[in-house]
């Protein structure tokens, strides 16, 4: 039997299509003929679990999605169908959770149970929500954006009455305040700055007081033997003090004070010849009269020798002309 080229072309084709229609079924882990084991799990949301994602257990991989459908139409509602990768005891209370990945893609994942009674092919799985890090990220985060919500709320409260708060005068003030503080900071680097200068070792004048502090003390180390000498002798002047009768001499002193203040007493009270001399007016003009006679006297001497002291043989009768008052000692001179 001889086949025409349009035969041949025709099979080739369907062939093709047969094999490539098998090899997409296979890399999206399906099969044309649905056999092997099969479990299910129910959702209200898949987290864009796709066919062909894989399915683990304790971390290994025990089967991919087969195909996820919707039940009668519904979409809050659907049923996930997993091809295990061969026959496994699993526990029919376990639970199959979707894990959702910010870095791959999700997959399912089978948390096993204690149950003795094993899960056959067609089976249910009972299903959970997952505790994935962006679940516990949100449900942790919640709470600070309340929080923080408050807070902003609580500022923005805050900023209106720093804002009623500062009118311009307030504003005024709080501006020369700042200008004074600038003016003191500026005082204080240049107060910082001669500090400095100060405490310069070359030039400071700090230095300059410590080597004056250090030659005086190099001196009084250099003069400690004569600083020893005379803390001696001072020690030895205090003991003589110590031992003098300082006491008898004071009271000797009050003695010859309260002695005196009787002199002067009875000096003041014209007792004696000192006081008389002192407080009687008559004796102090009857002396001062003697005191002018004899003036006179000594001058009329002196004026006229040959009165008193006269050598004649015939004698000589007395003119007079005596002194009534003592002579002007500038005219004598003058005279001379």
């Not at 072309?9 to 399906?30: C, E, P």
């Not at 791959?104 to 089976?123: A, C, K, W």
Request: charged share 20%; hydrophobic share 40%.
């Amino acid at each position: 039997m001889k086949l025409s080229n349009e035969t041949k072309v025709g099979a080739l084709t369907a062939i093709a299509i047969a094999m490539l229609i098998l090899g997409f079924n296979f890399l999206k882990g399906r099969s044309v003929f649905k056999t092997g084991t099969f479990l299910y799990a129910k959702y209200n949301d898949t987290k864009k679990l796709l066919p062909s994602h894989p399915v683990f257990i304790n971390g290994f991989q025990i089967g991919t999605v087969y195909e996820i459908e919707s039940v009668e139409s519904k979409i809050n509602e659907f049923v996930v169908a997993v091809k295990l990768n061969g026959t496994y005891e699993i526990p029919d209370n376990s639970v199959a959770v979707i894990e959702p990945s910010a870095l791959s893609t999700p997959s399912m994942v089978i948390n096993p149970g204690n149950s003795s009674v094993f899960l056959n092919s067609g089976d249910t799985l009972p299903t959970g929500a997952a505790s994935d890090l962006l679940g516990q990220l949100s449900s942790k985060i919640s709470p600070v954006a309340d929080s923080l919500q408050q807070t902003l709320a609580s500022l923005n409260e805050v900023l209106k009455n720093v804002n009623s708060t500062l009118n311009p005068a307030t504003k005024g003030n709080l501006q020369s305040t700042i200008a004074n503080l600038n003016k003191v900071s500026e005082s204080i680097i240049v107060s910082a700055a001669s500090l400095q200068q100060m405490l310069n070792q070359q030039s400071g004048a700090l230095a300059k007081s410590l080597d004056n502090v250090k030659s005086v003390t190099g001196n009084l180390a250099a003069n400690n033997d004569k600083i020893n000498a005379m803390m001696s002798n001072i020690e030895a002047t205090t003991g003589n003090l110590a031992k003098a009768d300082i006491d008898g001499a004071v009271n000797n002193l009050k003695d010859a004070v309260e002695k005196l203040n009787g002199v002067m007493n009875k000096i003041n009270s014209s007792e004696g010849t000192l006081g008389s001399l002192i407080n009687d007016k008559e004796m102090y003009n009857n002396l001062n009269g003697t005191v002018r006679s004899m003036n006179i006297l000594l001058d009329d001497l002196r004026a006229h020798p040959k009165r008193y002291v006269n050598i004649s043989v015939f004698g000589r009768k007395d003119k007079g002309d005596y002194l009534t008052q003592p002579l002007d000692t500038t005219a004598i001179v003058e005279k001379k």
